[in-house]
């Protein structure tokens, strides 16, 4: 006989939405928690009349409650029973709001009870609600940000001047008289951003992905070069140093020779002139002797053969000079020694300029595109007397006040910043103008408040700023002014270009692929940089 399943629907109270607790059956043949029903029977007190939550049957006076126990052993069970362990919400899962114990996973999210469901509970609150459905959505954990805290109102519109999320209560106070469309309608219109968004991010993702792997490839064969390049340096300085070695040990050998002929001709002399001055001591003797002597014919005949002197040993310059140090040696050591040491330093410093990566600037339109960059203008900037079309992306001067609210960033002349900055390595981007306009970069630190130098863009040391007119262009910046002929930009279309860690900022007229530099700047840019406009009467800037 097949085993009789027991669902958790079967014995939820209709009131609560939950398991029963301390259940109690009504005449009329339903079951509710104990507290559940005698709270909704408190309120019909004054009225004497009781009904059932459920068929709306009618008693009086107060029926009596009493624990169904049968029912009561059947819940307890039917709790003890485990699910499977995917029912339940663990990390990162939206909890039901209604469970108690244990929290089931959540399903769907009611956006008028602002709660959370799992799927029994939510089975029951669409039954409870069957009459006037509730706006739900799929289970989320952000419900409270889906609510206006200002009116406690479902975000239901967008405005566009602000680019918020607002309530309906939201465009009849703060946003009056904004550029308001339904949620739904901005979605729609994102959308199809987003397709293209997501487009030129898959093109990019392969441009990029192709870039990764010639740049792994480069990298190995860099890799593979700068072993061979160590290995053939290893064998050559070897080879050098064998070769030294070699040097030192011909010029020992030369020194020893030289040495040994030297000396070899000093001690032959040595050991005549030593035989010479025995000879000349003994002759001495004998004359000495002689001079004593009383016998005239002894002294007459001795005289003769002792007086004549031996033969002289010549001793001249060139012995000596072959005997004389070695200074010289030394000395010609010596300098071998630091032309060597200083002919390896250059070289190797030829080898340290060589592994030098130069800045890599771009040269083409298509070299600078590969560093563009979208910018959004940040609205608690933008000037009250500064009107934004086109998606926010069209700068222009009006006649009157526009609807912004106060804020502390905005500037008090017609000048707004982008919302974000530029702070890595390459940054491009491109705007077209008409009339008189400043395009700049300024460190967001820069003053709002005023219309003093230390707020305009280029007139101090937070912000270099070019600007663009039909008789004349200038770039400023620190109140230091640099002119150019008018015929130096041709079009009306400027391009930015910025190497935020090479200390780079260039100006370029951008006509179709032809780009011709206005003027470039080199310093040492201390914080992140953001995009900045001023705009004059009749004037007006694009962002492309």
Not at 122 to 141: I, L, M, Q
């Amino acid at each position: 006989m097949a085993e009789a399943r027991i669902s958790e629907d079967e014995f939820m109270c209709s009131v609560c939405l939950d398991l029963l607790k301390d259940p109690v059956t009504t005449s009329c043949g339903h079951s509710y928690c104990k507290s559940c029903i005698t709270g909704c029977w408190d309120q019909e007190d004054q009225m004497r009349v009781y009904s059932c939550p459920q068929c709306r049957q009618t008693f009086s006076p107060r029926p009596a409650l009493a624990k169904n126990t049968m029912l009561a052993e059947v819940v307890e069970k039917l709790k003890n029973t485990k699910l499977p362990a995917d029912c339940y919400a663990g990390a990162g899962d939206v909890q039901c709001d209604v469970c108690t114990g244990r929290k089931h996973k959540a399903v769907k999210s009611c956006l008028v009870c602002l709660e959370s469901y799992c799927q029994t509970h939510f089975d029951r609150h669409e039954e409870f609600h069957s009459r006037k459905p509730h706006k739900v959505t799929d289970a989320t954990g952000q419900l409270q940000e889906m609510i206006c805290p200002t009116h406690e109102k479902l975000l239901e519109v967008f405005c566009r001047t602000d680019q918020k999320c607002i309530c309906v209560l939201c465009t009849m106070d703060e946003h009056k008289n904004h550029d308001t469309v339904s949620a739904a309608a901005q979605r729609t219109e994102k959308q199809h951003q987003l397709k293209e968004t997501q487009k030129s991010f898959q093109q990019r993702i392969q441009q990029r992905e192709k870039d990764l792997q010639q740049l792994r490839e480069a990298v190995e064969s860099h890799k593979r070069s700068a072993q061979t390049a160590v290995e053939d340096s290893e064998r050559i300085f070897t080879e050098l140093i064998r070769s030294i070695e070699r040097s030192c040990s011909e010029a020992t050998q030369r020194i020893r020779d030289q040495e040994k002929t030297a000396v070899s001709r000093a001690e032959g002399r040595v050991e005549r002139l030593e035989q010479e001055i025995n000879d000349l001591r003994r002759r001495d003797t004998e004359l000495e002797q002689l001079s004593h002597t009383q016998d005239h014919i002894h002294f007459l005949q001795s005289f003769q053969s002792l007086s004549a002197p031996p033969e002289s040993t010549d001793v001249n310059d060139d012995l000596f000079s072959s005997l004389s140090s070695f200074d010289g040696v030394r000395e010609s050591v010596l300098q071998l020694r630091d032309k060597l040491e200083d002919f390896c330093k250059e070289e190797l410093k030829k080898i340290s300029d060589r592994g030098t990566f130069p800045n890599i600037v771009p040269r083409t339109r298509n070299d600078f595109l590969q560093y563009s960059h979208q910018f959004i203008l940040d609205l608690n900037t933008v000037n009250k007397r500064l009107r934004l079309s086109e998606r926010n992306r069209v700068i222009t001067v009006t006649d009157t006040d526009q609807s912004y609210p106060d804020h502390l960033d905005r500037f008090d002349i017609c000048q707004v910043l982008c919302r974000e900055n530029v702070s890595n390595q390459h940054c491009y981007w491109e705007v077209e103008w008409s009339g008189d306009v400043s395009i700049s970069v300024s460190y967001k630190s820069i003053s709002r408040k005023g219309r003093g130098r230390d707020c305009l863009f280029g007139y101090n040391d937070q912000s270099w700023n070019l600007i663009c007119s039909s008789f004349s262009y200038s770039f400023w910046h620190n109140n230091i002014v640099t002119k150019f002929p008018v015929k130096s930009i041709r079009c009306r279309r400027i391009g930015v270009y910025v190497d935020h860690s090479a200390g780079t900022l260039s100006f370029y007229s951008v006509s179709g692929d032809t780009m011709i530099l206005i003027h470039t700047v080199q310093t040492t840019f201390t914080q992140p940089l953001y995009p900045g406009f001023r705009v004059g009467y009749k004037s007006s800037v694009k962002l492309c």
